[in-house]
């Protein structure tokens, strides 16, 4: 038994072969080709037969956008070139790939499956997995299974209210999680403070290019003020969204991670932890803990998550 888990991403598409205790018995990886889905399904089916394809079991697809689950769609995917909405992603890759079944889950979901099977989170009933990126994105394990909703959007934590009426979010509306935590947010904050003449080492580093994750890093150690303050508002934002989400689920363990998250470091969740524990009601003996996985989690949930599908494993 084996199993394929593909996390697609918007510069590049990574590969892992699943075995059935968890191990990785193969990994690999490619750029995500700029001209739509034949190109990418065509990509990630050479990533399969490099990995060797004897041995599977089915694919599991993680991908970052709005899917439909039932029907094998990627509806919308803004981060993919030249992506056609609607696309039956599925359908297209079980063909490329022999007839293989194949499980499609957003990146996320996938992310948050890896970390309670096989990271941070393992032993546990209850999680809420959030990631700490570009967005904030995060994902609801219940009673021992992956939580989808009734429209399949359960655990949009980054687009929680955390401040009525405060800082635009991405998504269009203000004051949510995201609007604080989100490094693209965070990004245009600190730009509309340059624009107003505050001095930052954030813009001065960062110039025209995108200010990433280690621009924050090393704004923080040269003890850039307002790259400090940011940091200060993303993790009370956190702090506040998880709280409010734990007090309405009880959930007990919290699993922080993700690309700006892993950047900053174990400090960065030790202070989300706090501010959580702050702002609850009842905080029981709950936890918040670092992710474990790194790099690898989309694509090795992924392949938990087509395991638990169509294995019937837990999840
Ligand atoms: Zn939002």
New binding site residues.
């Given amino acids: 038994m084996g199993w394929i888990g593909i996390d697609l991403g918007g510069t590049k598409i990574y590969g892992v072969h699943v075995g059935p205790a968890g191990e990785i018995r193969a990994e690999a990886k490619v750029k995500t080709p700029p001209d739509g889905p034949a190109s990418v399904v065509r990509a990630i089916s050479s990533l399969i037969s490099q990995m060797g394809s004897d041995d599977i079991d089915g694919i599991g697809l993680g991908v970052p956008g709005l899917i439909d689950r039932d029907l094998g769609l990627l509806l919308k995917a803004p981060n993919i070139a030249g992506w056609d909405s609607n696309f039956p992603i599925v359908e297209a890759l079980s063909a490329a790939s022999g007839g293989l079944a194949v499980v499609l889950e957003n990146d996320v979901n996938a992310g948050t499956m890896a970390e309670w099977r096989l990271g941070a989170g393992r032993g546990t009933e209850e999680m809420l997995g959030v990631f700490v990126g570009t ?1 904030i994105g995060a994902g609801l394990i219940l009673e021992g299974r992956l939580r989808h909703g009734g429209g399949g959007n359960a655990g ?1 934590l ?2 929680m209210v955390v401040a009525q009426g405060g800082r635009p ?6 004051g ?4 604080y935590a ?1 490094r693209a947010c965070m990004e245009a904050e600190a730009r509309r403070q340059a624009a107003k003449g505050r001095r930052t080492e954030l813009v001065a580093l960062a110039g025209e290019k995108r200010m990433t994750s280690g621009v924050f890093a090393r704004a923080l150690e040269a003890d850039d003020p307002l790259a400090g303050e940011l940091i200060e508002e993303a993790v009370q934002a956190l702090g506040a969204g998880i709280a409010s989400a734990v007090s309405l689920l009880d959930v007990g363990t919290v699993i922080v991670g993700g690309g700006l998250a892993d950047r900053l470091g174990p400090g960065f969740v030790s202070r989300v932890g706090r501010a959580t524990i702050e702002s609850i009601f009842a905080a029981n003996d709950m936890r918040v803990l670092a992710a474990e996985l790194g790099d690898r989690t989309g694509a090795v949930g992924a392949a938990l998550v087509a395991e638990a599908q169509l294995a019937g494993v837990r999840g």
């Fill in positions: 967005g949009e980054g687009h979010c991405g998504c269009g509306h203000r949510h999680v995201e609007s989100g």
